[in-house]
C-alpha cells in the first residue's frame, strides 16, 4: 500500500488536491493562541507510539466499495481522507478569523504534513494572503529519500574550502568565482524537491518539529524514519529563519532517561530559530484504533508516563 499522495491539480484548473483526514476548529495546543487545525492524511513513518494510526495510509485496496474515501474504479484504490482544494478550505477557516485575533491563527499537522508540501505551500499563501498565521506541525521527515533534496553528499572534498555542503546556506547569497563550489550550490538550488520545501518555507510562520529520538538506530527501529532527515529539514527551517518550536514524547524506558532529553534538548539547541521545547507524556488513549484497525501496538505494555516524570525532566529542556 502507498504511503505517499501526489497531490493530483483539479480538472481544469492549477489547484491542487489534499486529502484532509480531520479538521478541528478551536485547538488550544498545536502554537500559539487559538488555532483550526488542519489534520492531512498519509505519513511515511510508522512510530512505535503514534496515536494515529488511522492516518498513516492514503489509499487502501478496496473491491467492494466499503472503505471511505475517494475510489479509482480504474485500481480498485481508495484515496483516503476528504479532498479539499486550498481555496476551499480557507472559505472553511475563515469564518473562525476573528476567534484568531490574541495570536491565534491554522496548524497543519496529520499524519505528515510534508506528504502533501505542494498542498500546504497553496493553503499558506491564501491563509497569508488574508492575514492569518501559518504554523507547520512536522516529524521534519520527508518522503523523498534524503539524495533526493541534496544529491552533494555532506562529506563532500569541497568542504575544505568552507562550503556548508550539509546545507548550502550561507554562500546561497554569495558571490563566488566559477568552481566546483558553485556547482554544488546550483545542483541543491535546482532539486525539485528542495525548492518544494523552500516554497513551503517560506509561508511558513511557525515550525513545531517532534524530535523523536536522538540517534539514527533508534530512529529506524522506532519510526522507519531518520534523524539525518530531520537535522536537514531543521537546516531549511534556519535559513528560512522560521521560528521553531521543539516537541518530544517521553516514553518509559526509551525516551525518560535524563541522559535522552539532554542529548534530545541539545540537538534543538543547536537551531538558532529554537524558542521553545516541550515534553509530552507518552499515553495509551490511541489503543481502540490500532484495534479498529486490527493492527498491533508496539507500546501496548508500557506504562503511561506520569505527570511526575514530566516535571522532573521540564529543568532539563528550558530555552
Given at each position: 500500500?502507498?504511503n505517499?499522495?501526489?497531490?493530483?491539480?483539479?480538472?481544469n484548473?492549477?489547484?491542487t488536491?489534499?486529502y484532509v483526514h480531520?479538521?478541528q476548529s478551536?485547538?488550544a495546543?498545536?502554537?500559539?493562541g487559538?488555532?483550526?487545525c488542519?489534520f492531512?492524511q498519509?505519513?511515511?513513518?510508522?512510530c512505535m507510539?503514534?496515536h494515529?494510526?488511522d492516518?498513516?495510509?492514503?489509499?487502501?485496496?478496496?473491491?467492494?466499495?466499503?472503505a471511505?474515501?475517494?475510489?479509482?474504479?480504474?485500481?480498485?484504490?481508495?484515496r483516503?481522507?476528504?479532498p479539499?482544494?486550498?481555496?476551499?478550505?480557507?472559505?472553511?477557516?475563515l469564518?473562525?478569523?476573528p476567534?484568531?485575533?490574541?495570536?491565534?491563527?491554522?496548524?497543519?499537522?496529520g499524519?505528515?504534513?510534508?506528504v502533501?508540501?505542494?498542498?500546504?505551500?497553496?493553503?499558506?499563501?491564501?491563509?497569508?494572503?488574508?492575514?492569518v498565521?501559518t504554523?507547520l506541525?512536522?516529524?521534519?521527515?520527508?518522503?523523498?529519500?534524503?539524495?533526493?533534496l541534496?544529491p552533494?553528499?555532506?562529506?563532500?572534498d569541497?568542504?575544505?574550502?568552507?562550503?556548508?555542503?550539509?546545507?548550502?546556506?550561507?554562500?546561497?547569497n554569495t558571490?563566488l568565482?566559477t568552481?566546483?563550489?558553485?556547482?554544488?550550490?546550483?545542483?541543491r538550488?535546482s532539486?525539485?524537491s528542495?525548492?518544494?520545501?523552500?516554497?513551503?518555507?517560506s509561508?511558513?510562520?511557525l515550525?513545531?518539529c517532534?524530535?523523536?529520538?536522538?540517534?539514527?538506530?533508534?530512529?529506524?527501529?522506532?519510526?522507519?524514519?531518520?534523524l539525518?532527515?530531520?537535522?536537514y529539514?531543521l537546516?531549511m527551517v534556519?535559513?528560512?529563519?522560521?521560528?521553531l518550536?521543539?516537541?518530544?514524547?517521553?516514553?518509559?524506558?526509551y525516551?525518560?532517561?535524563?541522559e535522552?532529553?539532554?542529548?534530545m534538548a541539545?540537538?534543538?539547541r543547536?537551531?538558532?530559530?529554537l524558542?521553545?521545547?516541550?515534553l509530552?507524556?507518552?499515553?495509551?488513549?490511541c489503543?481502540?484504533?490500532y484495534?479498529?484497525?486490527?493492527?498491533?501496538?508496539?507500546?501496548a505494555?508500557?506504562p503511561?508516563?506520569?505527570?511526575e516524570t514530566i516535571?522532573k525532566?521540564n529543568?532539563?529542556?528550558?530555552v
Amino acid at each position: 500500500m502507498n504511503n505517499l499522495i501526489d497531490n493530483n491539480k483539479t480538472e481544469n484548473t492549477d489547484h491542487t488536491i489534499g486529502y484532509v483526514h480531520s479538521l478541528q476548529s478551536m485547538g488550544a495546543v498545536d502554537g500559539p493562541g487559538i488555532r483550526f487545525c488542519v489534520f492531512l492524511q498519509g505519513c511515511p513513518l510508522r512510530c512505535m507510539y503514534c496515536h494515529n494510526p488511522d492516518t498513516w495510509l492514503v489509499e487502501v485496496h478496496d473491491t467492494d466499495g466499503a472503505a471511505p474515501g475517494v475510489r479509482d474504479n480504474s485500481s480498485c484504490m481508495k484515496r483516503l481522507g476528504t479532498p479539499y482544494t486550498a481555496e476551499e478550505l480557507v472559505k472553511k477557516i475563515l469564518r473562525y478569523k476573528p476567534y484568531f485575533a490574541n495570536g491565534g491563527g491554522v496548524t497543519v499537522s496529520g499524519g505528515e504534513p510534508l506528504v502533501q508540501a505542494e498542498f500546504v505551500t497553496e493553503l499558506f499563501t491564501l491563509l497569508h494572503e488574508n492575514g492569518v498565521h501559518t504554523c507547520l506541525d512536522t516529524s521534519g521527515n520527508f518522503p523523498e529519500d534524503i539524495t533526493e533534496l541534496d544529491p552533494i553528499p555532506a562529506d563532500h572534498d569541497d568542504t575544505a574550502n568552507k562550503i556548508d555542503v550539509s546545507t548550502g546556506t550561507s554562500l546561497l547569497n554569495t558571490p563566488l568565482a566559477t568552481s566546483a563550489a558553485d556547482k554544488i550550490i546550483e545542483i541543491r538550488k535546482s532539486s525539485p524537491s528542495h525548492e518544494k520545501y523552500d516554497r513551503l518555507l517560506s509561508v511558513t510562520d511557525l515550525v513545531i518539529c517532534d524530535i523523536k529520538f536522538t540517534t539514527e538506530k533508534d530512529y529506524r527501529e522506532c519510526t522507519g524514519g531518520s534523524l539525518k532527515k530531520v537535522q536537514y529539514f531543521l537546516d531549511m527551517v534556519t535559513k528560512h529563519s522560521v521560528p521553531l518550536w521543539v516537541r518530544h514524547v517521553v516514553v518509559p524506558g526509551y525516551t525518560d532517561s535524563v541522559e535522552e532529553v539532554e542529548a534530545m534538548a541539545d540537538i534543538a539547541r543547536s537551531y538558532p530559530t529554537l524558542e521553545k521545547i516541550e515534553l509530552l507524556p507518552f499515553h495509551k488513549l490511541c489503543i481502540p484504533k490500532y484495534e479498529a484497525l486490527g493492527i498491533p501496538f508496539r507500546c501496548a505494555d508500557i506504562p503511561e508516563c506520569s505527570k511526575e516524570t514530566i516535571e522532573k525532566l521540564n529543568p532539563l529542556v528550558r530555552v
